[in-house]
Nanobody
């Protein structure tokens, strides 16, 4: 088990940027995979971007070229840089850390893209 604390959400205009942070209570390399999911109202939670402990990242087609994962192992933090935001990116974003099939989730942070 691990605690994950997200931050960085907010209201932004279309075309703007935000950076989400996910601080873990333990070494992020303990996990097999870490990443971000999102859930819009009335929709199922969907995977946005993930990165393995070995550094292989994978992005959903809808965010490729706009979102970038990075991590700071000293701070035990994973980041999601979101550029060129669109209204359809509006959702609650959740940090996930998985090890041997066991998921840990953060509390979520709201991202709203609107003019």
């Amino acid at each position: 088990q691990a605690q994950l604390v997200e931050s960085g959400g907010g209201l932004v205009q279309p075309g703007g940027s935000l950076r989400l942070s996910c601080a873990a209570s333990r070494n992020i390399f303990d996990f097999d995979v870490m990443g971000w999911y999102r859930q819009a109202p009335g929709k199922q939670r969907e995977r946005v971007a993930v990165i393995t402990s070995g550094g292989v990242s994978n992005y959903d087609d809808s965010v490729k070229g706009r979102f970038t994962l990075s991590r700071n192992n000293v701070k035990n933090t994973v980041y999601l840089q979101m550029n060129s935001l669109k209204p359809e990116d509006t959702a609650v974003y959740y940090c996930n850390a998985a090890k041997r099939g066991v998921d840990n989730w953060g509390q979520g942070t709201q991202v709203t893209v609107s003019s």
